[in-house]
């Protein structure tokens, strides 16, 4: 059963939380992980890249030069794709990338992703710094006091915090988000989570732990 810290806003440790459950104490699959950042990341691509092929092409109606007795190769038209400013072939299209993953997939990601962090020991539950005003400031204070500063972390929570979220949207490496909008491909890429206490009981009644 994975043991994680409970931080106060100094960085010092109050206690400890036992994370009992199949969403912590799962074996996380590995294939299971790749298939879905590979189709997350798929799912991201805008997919707007656009070229001109010769259907697309304005001009081209006139034979550049007569068939013979110029010494160069022959030519039917300026948008050939060997001609500089010509068309192109076989280029990309403005098209959909997305495409749906199975719900037991984005569940047993879940598992896995929360159980590999719960297992390395980077999953902590925190209080939050106390901001009189949404100040860069009091978040790197917070994050260079628990020694995170300029590490890959994530900060989950619970409900609307505005001030923490305009803080926070500065400093490097950190990013914050709504514990019930979290995702696999979130604690792959953060190397630390960090979690208020709210929200992680908003990740269990989200995500189901029993």
């Given at each position: 059963?994975?043991?994680?810290?409970?931080?106060?806003?100094?960085?010092?440790?109050?206690?400890?939380?036992?994370?009992?459950g199949?969403?912590?104490?799962?074996e996380?699959?590995?294939?299971?992980?790749?298939?879905?950042?590979?189709?997350?990341?798929?799912?991201?691509?805008?997919?707007?890249?656009?070229?001109?092929?010769?259907?697309?092409?304005?001009g081209?109606?006139?034979?550049?030069?007569?068939?013979?007795?110029?010494?160069?190769?022959?030519?039917?038209?300026?948008?050939?794709?060997?001609?500089?400013?010509?068309?192109?072939?076989?280029?990309?299209?403005?098209?959909?990338?997305?495409?749906?993953?199975?719900?037991?997939?984005?569940k047993?990601?879940?598992?896995?992703?929360?159980?590999?962090?719960?297992k390395?020991?980077?999953?902590?539950?925190?209080?939050?710094?106390?901001?009189?005003?949404?100040?860069?400031?009091?978040?790197?204070?917070?994050?260079?006091?628990?020694?995170?500063?300029?590490?890959?972390?994530?900060?989950?929570?619970?409900?609307?915090?505005?001030?923490?979220?305009?803080?926070?949207?500065?400093?490097?490496?950190?990013?914050?988000?709504?514990?019930?909008?979290?995702?696999?491909?979130?604690?792959?890429?953060?190397?630390?989570?960090?979690?208020?206490?709210?929200?992680?009981?908003?990740?269990?009644?989200?995500?189901?732990?029993?």
């Amino acid at each position: 059963m994975p043991e994680i810290k409970i931080l106060a806003k100094d960085g010092s440790e109050t206690g400890t939380i036992n994370l009992a459950g199949p969403l912590f104490e799962s074996e996380p699959k590995e294939h299971i992980l790749h298939e879905y950042v590979k189709g997350f990341l798929r799912n991201q691509r805008q997919g707007t890249s656009s070229t001109l092929n010769r259907s697309r092409m304005k001009g081209g109606g006139k034979k550049p030069f007569r068939q013979k007795g110029t010494g160069r190769a022959r030519a039917g038209s300026n948008t050939s794709p060997v001609w500089t400013g010509g068309a192109v072939a076989w280029g990309p299209v403005p098209r959909d990338h997305y495409r749906a993953m199975p719900k037991n997939l984005k569940k047993i990601a879940m598992r896995s992703a929360f159980s590999l962090r719960a297992k390395e020991g980077n999953i902590r539950v925190v209080e939050l710094p106390e901001m009189p005003e949404p100040k860069t400031r009091f978040v790197s204070g917070f994050l260079k006091q628990l020694g995170l500063y300029h590490q890959k972390t994530i900060l989950l929570f619970e409900g609307k915090n505005e001030s923490l979220v305009l803080a926070s949207r500065n400093i490097k490496y950190f990013n914050t988000k709504r514990a019930e909008l979290v995702n696999p491909f979130d604690l792959l890429w953060h190397q630390n989570i960090l979690i208020t206490e709210q929200g992680l009981n908003r990740i269990k009644e989200i995500f189901g732990n029993d």
